[in-house]
């Protein structure tokens, strides 16, 4: 069985910045892609930024330029630098894995920007 354990959510004021940490645990040989996605309060969830195991990135339109995805292999560990936040930056993100071809979810982690 696979977990993933989201960490570093919280409250910030518009224009400041925060980071989030996703460890991959459980019996894992290899991990594919991994990513953050994000779900507002009544809207549906949406994709922010995504990790190739090689390294390469995607990002929704609305966070480029502001937030940075980045992994560790050898920690099973996923990333996400999040700078200039906004009130719309408000939302549960959550970490996903790509694990030996299944998608796993973490629980969440709440990010509030106010205004």
């Known amino acids: 069985q696979v977990r993933l354990v989201e960490s570093g959510g919280g409250l910030v004021q518009a224009g400041g910045s925060l980071g989030l940490s996703c460890t991959a645990s459980g019996s894992i040989f290899s991990i594919n892609a991994m990513g953050w996605y994000r779900q507002a309060p009544g809207k549906q969830r949406e994709l922010a930024a995504t990790i190739s195991s090689g390294g390469t990135t995607n990002y929704a339109n609305s966070v480029k330029g502001r937030f940075t995805i980045s992994r560790d292999n050898a920690g099973n560990t996923v990333y996400l630098q999040m700078n200039n936040l906004k009130p719309a930056d408000t939302a549960v993100y959550y970490c996903?894995?790509?694990?030996?071809?299944?998608?796993?979810w973490g629980r969440g982690t709440q990010v509030t920007v106010s205004s």
């Open positions: 996903a894995a790509d694990v030996h071809g299944l998608d796993y």
